[in-house]
């Protein structure tokens, strides 16, 4: 059977609605404070837990959602180009701080 355009423009819309779907299933995971990375850097999920001894330039009105280097991914988390492929929590916050502009 021949097929037309529209049977094309239907199954291409369906298949392009199926990736989007597909990418959300595959969704990023969070940065554990376990992570050597997040070690190293002195992540912490919930900034209010900073050991301020340890790291003492940090401030309680720093937080990764106030980062330069931070972009919200949701309304809790998002993208940090520090962790390439994972999220850190937006309350969080890690010794590379640095205020947004």
């Known amino acids: 059977m021949k097929s037309t355009r529209r049977q094309f423009m239907m199954t291409s819309a369906a298949g392009l609605a199926s990736m989007g779907l597909a990418s959300t299933a595959n969704a990023q ?9 997040a070690i190293a850097l002195g992540y912490y999920a919930d ?5 301020v001894a340890k790291f003492p330039k940090h401030k309680p009105d720093q937080f990764c959602n106030k980062c ?8 809790e ?9 994972k999220l850190v929590a937006g309350p969080g ?9």
């Not at 900034?47 to 050991?51: E, Q």
């Open 93 to 101: 916050w890690c010794n590379l701080w640095v205020k947004k502009a």
């Open 68 to 75: 330069a280097l931070y972009s919200a991914k949701g309304a």
């Open 29 to 37: 995971a969070m940065v554990a404070e376990t992570d050597a990375q």
């Open 47 to 51: 900034s209010t837990k900073v050991d």
């Open 77 to 85: 988390n998002g993208a940090c180009s520090i962790f390439p492929g």
